[in-house]
């Protein structure tokens, strides 16, 4: 097959990734996470007392870390009002944050010795201001012989035990909210499945 018909097949093949995973790519809806969305995340709740639960939002690399708060708070407010209560207290939170180093290669670039060697890459040991080093493209740079995308992914997820109560709210207590309130701030905000 000619070089450049198979470097065209690769850009096009490339092309069309880019714009299937643009297009599918979006941040976590307000949903309830099940198997069937894992992935993409949602928010879940547990009962772990007569008025206590353990509420959590997941998000997936694209969700902001203040998006998956708020929808973690509007879901809690939610909850609440669904229990027929008034107001709510986080008692706990905890915020796990996961960061994971993607590095792929440039499907574009193509060196001479490609279609001989196959996937044989030199070993390269340099000398410069630092003295002799090895170059190794997971240092976030790029040397000749090979073109990487070194990108960092993120994925918020929100955990919260609170209490819930009816009447007037704890006074002085600032994790205390009224989920009425809570509930029609975020509620606008609020993205779900489908919208646009």
Not at 34 to 42: E, H, Y
Not at 51 to 72: C, H, K, M, P, W
Not at 159 to 178: H, K, T, Y
């Amino acid at each position: 097959m000619p070089r450049i018909l198979l470097k065209a097949m690769m850009a096009a093949l490339a092309t069309s990734l880019l714009m299937t995973t643009g297009c599918v790519s979006s941040s976590t809806p307000y949903q309830p996470i099940s198997a069937a969305n894992r992935i993409a995340g949602g928010y879940s709740d547990e009962q772990i007392g007569e008025d206590r639960y353990r509420i959590s939002f997941a998000g997936n690399s694209l969700t902001s870390r203040e998006q998956v708060e708020s929808y973690l708070l509007f879901r809690t407010a939610e909850l609440t009002l669904e229990r027929g209560y008034d107001w709510f207290v986080i008692e706990d939170r905890v915020l796990e944050h996961e960061v994971e180093r993607m590095s792929r290669r440039d499907p574009l670039y193509d060196p001479w010795y490609d279609g001989y060697y196959g996937y044989w890459r030199p070993y390269w040991r340099y000398y410069g201001a630092a003295g002799w080093r090895a170059w190794y493209p997971y240092y976030g740079h790029s040397f000749w012989t090979d073109h990487v995308d070194i990108r960092e992914v993120q994925r918020f997820e929100a955990i919260a035990e609170v209490r819930l109560g009816d009447g007037s709210m704890p006074e002085g207590n600032s994790r205390a909210f009224e989920a009425r309130e809570v509930a029609e701030r975020i509620g606008p905000h609020v993205k779900y499945p489908g919208d646009q």
